[in-house]
């Protein structure tokens, strides 16, 4: 796991939380060569910029449409109607010819997995799920007893939430449920064809469908469907009848094929059906590829593509109907990143990744880049789930705005002599987070002069090493070959970096730049992150770290020592590993690092501390945790903190309304905010991004331009899930914390909303924070004055010599001191 990982995300299950680079990116492109990132990014490649066109459908909501498909030149979009009905709209490139026909579903049905053949017949796999009403009573029993088919509204609302799960790239994010804003959320993000059995219907007065519930005791049922171009059923077949008994069906994929008819891929394996000759079986996964799971997709030469992950790796081929196994594997996918598959005319199949299009060619097996979303202007920061390819040079797709608002959008190459010239002002990152890329789309779209470019050194992150792109990042900027905006994580050495001179002092901005000089910004954040007089990284929004606990556990204690810990912990009767739920000893050993802010190390006067007595009893308060996780070492989260079984939380406050989880979900009570074992701090900040200019730029006025915006009132009162920097932001965000939200029911009447969380079994209703909540969390804010601290290497010496102490064989003592001297000789060769 990375470091990066671990200190994202500070949440009351622990501090170490995965975090996706984005959210369905993986870890990376796995770069192999050794070309240069950075060179290729400043280069003004005019190669891959595509205009777009709204494409306007009367009636058609994109936001409810879930597929997009093409037949020849003939383009077919599934969409989820006002009476839950499954809308089939077909139309031409430029949005003319719109035909369409309806396909009634139930309320416990949906249509996922879906294809066309050349006379516009629908195929598909409809999956009934099994709901229950809390008294009993299934879906299905309910049709029966009323003899009439059941409002199939929850079919829109479940497709679409369950499609926009990749549509979020906050994922580190824990969001706090809420009945009655699920169904607006889910309806408004709808991105592929998939269907979430889990997902909350938007009927009933409380908005959880009557009180329907999905029984995850009785198994799905999957038929395959096909429907006429008019609407009518042509067949219906059940599947899954012939699977062994204890074993189950589940549908992953459905091509349509003019030669092989139905292509059908399912956990059993891949078949073909035929109505003539009904199935035959392709790839048996009992007995090949076992425990694989593929997607198919029809090509554009009538080859059916199946991609998905096998013990082997990652696949990606045609299916070799006479060998009965997948052909012409690719070589040129890479294992750790994420791609979405989807055909057209041109190339053989087409591909999207989190920052592009690609067309792929068989025969070469060569991934051929086609268009970029940066430099098309797109708002795209994850996959794009639906697009179709008219050819290499047209696309049409569902494209998401900032608010994963969707467009039904008309791509097409633009010449690269028509390409307006722009300066490039390059942006590097090992870990660019998505506020970044959303301005950055912004910028170029309102921008003449200048054009951002990602350096995302996230490409050189492998399987085998997760760190590699910040490890190359960090290389590149100590030899100088440095980007025009570094954008860094908790993980760089920033303060080494500032300490060499590398980065361009931007306070003369702040006090010249007339949209900026009047404003003002919460002075405790802006002087932690300050060198002197000097200001070389600007930090928009940020969070604070602290431990949490019962307050009557402390009686108005605000730092606890470490002989505090110790009695309390003594006090309680539990093992101190328990007592700050699961965390392993070098995680431990890190925070305790992390949270002390600049005690152990002083940057700027090149010094270290690590053999103080503070530092030496902090390893030995180390050693009673676990060096990994044992099967009794688990322990039910949901319920720890407010049984005692856990009673210190590492946490970390991203709003004032993070708060409402600590309070009222996982204690339960009154919360003190006490310091990590060892720190003299109660808190300290943890900062979203830190953004710095190059000192050897030549575009540095360009750059400031975009870095200012995320200063702008504009871009701070957007923020939901970090605390502005912005003064007048700040005190917005605390006051709607106090506000109640509210939605209009069917009858036009204003209800409250109500948030919800489970803790175990119990459903547990999360109030409005009072001014006493938000005054605490403020008081907590304007008292944190030092940034969290970490640096990867520092982390891997003491790592490497702790180890000693903890296996018994040199003192604390002894190994503090060594670890002493090692990072005595770092520090100054790194400073």
Not at 807 to 828: F, H, M, P, W
Request: with cysteine.
């Amino acid at each position: 796991m990375k470091k990066r990982d671990i200190f994202k995300r500070i949440t009351s299950v622990s501090l170490v939380l995965a975090m996706s680079v984005s959210l369905v990116t993986g870890c990376g492109k796995g770069k192999q060569d050794e070309e240069s990132i950075l060179g290729d990014a400043t280069k003004a490649s005019k190669d891959y910029v595509f205009a777009s066109e709204d494409i306007i459908i009367d009636g058609l909501n994109p936001d409810r449409m879930n597929s997009l498909r093409i037949v020849g030149d003939r383009i077919y979009g599934t969409y989820y109607g006002d009476e839950g009905e499954t809308v089939i709209y077909s139309f031409n490139s430029d949005g003319s010819d719109v035909k369409s026909f309806k396909i009634p579903a139930k309320n416990d049905e949906s249509f996922s997995y879906i294809d066309f053949d050349s006379e516009g017949n629908f195929y598909a796999v409809k999956a009934k799920y099994n709901w229950f009403d809390g008294a009993g009573y299934t879906e299905a029993s309910e049709d029966e007893e009323a003899g009439e088919e059941a409002s199939s509204e929850a079919s829109a609302s479940t497709a679409s939430e369950a499609t926009s799960e990749s549509a979020s790239e906050e994922e580190d994010k824990e969001i706090v449920s809420s009945k009655d804003t699920v169904a607006s959320d889910a309806s408004t993000e709808a991105s592929s064809g998939d269907t979430d059995p889990e997902a909350v219907d938007e009927d009933g007065d409380d908005g959880y469908a009557g009180e329907h519930y999905y029984d995850e005791e009785v198994d799905e049922e999957y038929t395959l469907v096909k429907y006429d171009n008019a609407g009518n059923e042509v067949y219906s077949i059940k599947l899954g009848e012939d699977v062994a008994e204890g074993d189950y069906y589940a549908a992953y994929g459905i091509a349509y094929s003019e030669e092989h008819g139905v292509i059908l891929s399912s956990n059993q394996g891949i078949a073909t059906y035929d109505e003539d000759k009904g199935f035959t079986t392709i790839i048996d996964l009992n007995s090949k590829y076992t425990g694989s799971n593929f997607e198919v997709t029809r090509g554009y030469n009538g080859d059916i593509f199946v991609t998905g992950y096998t013990d082997e790796g990652r696949i990606v081929g045609t299916l070799d109907f006479d060998a009965k196994d997948i052909g012409h594997k690719s070589e040129v996918f890479s294992n750790t990143n994420y791609y979405t598959f989807f055909g057209g005319n041109g190339y053989d199949i087409y591909c999207a990744d989190d920052t592009a299009i690609y067309g792929y060619d068989l025969k070469s097996d060569k991934l051929v880049k086609l268009l970029d979303y940066i430099d098309s202007d797109l708002s795209i920061t994850y996959n794009l789930n639906n697009a179709v390819a008219v050819s290499d040079t047209e696309l049409v797709a569902l494209v998401p705005d900032f608010d994963y608002n969707f467009t039904l959008t008309r791509l097409t190459k633009v010449p690269a002599d028509q390409v307006k010239d722009r300066q490039i002002i390059t942006l590097a990152g090992a870990y660019i987070d998505y506020n970044v890329r959303q301005a950055a789309v912004k910028f170029n779209k309102d921008n003449d002069e200048y054009k951002i470019k990602f350096v995302d050194y996230s490409t050189y992150d492998t399987e085998d090493d997760y760190d590699a792109g910040i490890k190359r990042f960090n290389l590149d900027i100590a030899s100088g070959n440095v980007a025009d905006i570094m954008a860094f994580d908790l993980e760089s050495p920033v303060e080494s970096y500032i300490n060499k001179g590398l980065f361009l002092d931007v306070a003369p901005y702040f006090s010249s730049d007339p949209d900026i000089a009047d404003a003002k910004y919460i002075d405790n954040i802006m002087d932690a992150f300050k060198t002197g007089d000097k200001m070389y990284q600007v930090v928009p929004y940020f969070e604070i770290a602290t431990v949490a606990c019962k307050a009557s556990l402390v009686k108005g204690q605000d730092l606890l020592t470490m002989e505090d810990y110790k009695n309390i912990i003594e006090a309680k009767g539990i093992k101190k590993a328990n007592a700050f739920g699961m965390n392993l000893r070098k995680d431990m050993l890190d925070y305790g690092v992390a949270f002390a802010g600049p005690d152990y190390i002083d940057w700027s006067n090149k010094t270290c501390s690590f053999n103080s007595d503070e530092f030496v009893e902090l390893m030995e308060f180390m050693k009673d945790f676990p060096e990994e996780y044992q099967e009794d070492d688990y322990m039910d989260y949901d319920t720890a903190y407010r049984s005692d079984e856990a009673l210190f939380n590492q946490t970390s406050l991203y709003g004032f309304d993070s708060f409402k989880r600590i309070r009222y979900v996982v204690f339960g009570e009154d919360v003190s905010f006490i310091g990590f074992p060892g720190s003299h701090y109660t808190s300290v900040i943890y900062p979203g991004t830190r953004l710095c200019i190059s000192a050897q730029s030549k575009n540095a006025d360009g750059a400031w331009k975009f870095i200012k915006y995320f200063l702008s009132e504009e871009f701070q009162d957007s923020l939901d899930w970090d605390f502005p920097i912005r003064e007048s932001s700040y005190e917005k965000m605390k006051a709607k914390a106090m506000e109640a939200e509210y939605y209009e029911d069917e009858n036009g009447n204003k209800v409250e909303s109500k948030e919800y969380y489970y803790v175990g079994d119990k459903e547990v209703e999360v109030p409005v924070l009072t001014q006493a909540d938000v005054d605490q969390v403020d008081a907590l804010v304007k008292n944190s004055h030092y940034a969290m601290s970490y640096n990867m290497n520092v982390s891997n010496i003491i790592s490497e010599e702790a180890s000693a102490f903890f296996s018994g064989q040199k003192t604390a003592k002894e190994v503090c001191d060594i670890i002493q001297s090692r990072l005595s000789i770092y520090i100054n060769e790194n400073s």
